[in-house]
């Protein structure tokens, strides 16, 4: 398993959620081919750290799937806007940080020895006869 993690993306971690429980459980490969299509910013920064954790891991993207993404609050840079007679209101523009685990696709390794076994029984019964 091997993970990445992109720190201070000015992005509402609200919004990055969203995008982040699309993508978990997915292949790797399919996660960042849906997401390049996503119109969400933070589509963007999920799919560089999906292909980030996969490069840390020194796997393929279509041989991983993603264990977890896990979205989390940064800090909030305040900044603050005049308003009705010299007072003033604060504004908050927060940023996020984003966890990425990837992980070996087991089923997916269940499903190639499955095959292999099947295609050696097939190549023995095409012998036999």
Do not use: W
Not at 31 to 46: E, R, V
Not at 90 to 113: C, F, N, W, Y
Request: aromatic share 4%.
């Amino acid at each position: 398993m091997s993970k990445a993690l992109i720190k201070f993306i000015r992005l509402s971690p609200t919004k990055a959620r969203l995008i982040a429980r699309e993508v978990q459980g997915m292949n790797a490969e399919l996660a960042m081919a849906s997401l390049k299509f996503m119109p969400n910013k933070g589509a963007k920064y999920i799919a560089n750290a999906i292909s980030s954790a996969v490069a840390n891991g020194g796997f393929e993207a279509n041989e991983v799937i993603v264990k977890s993404c896990r979205v989390d609050a940064g800090a909030a840079l305040k900044r603050f806007r005049p308003r009705a007679r010299g007072s003033a209101s604060r504004i908050r523009k927060p940023t996020s940080h984003i966890l990425v685990e990837v992980a070996k696709d087991q089923a997916g390794d269940e499903k190639k020895t499955l095959a292999k076994k099947t295609s050696t029984k097939k190549a023995t019964v095409k012998k036999e006869s």
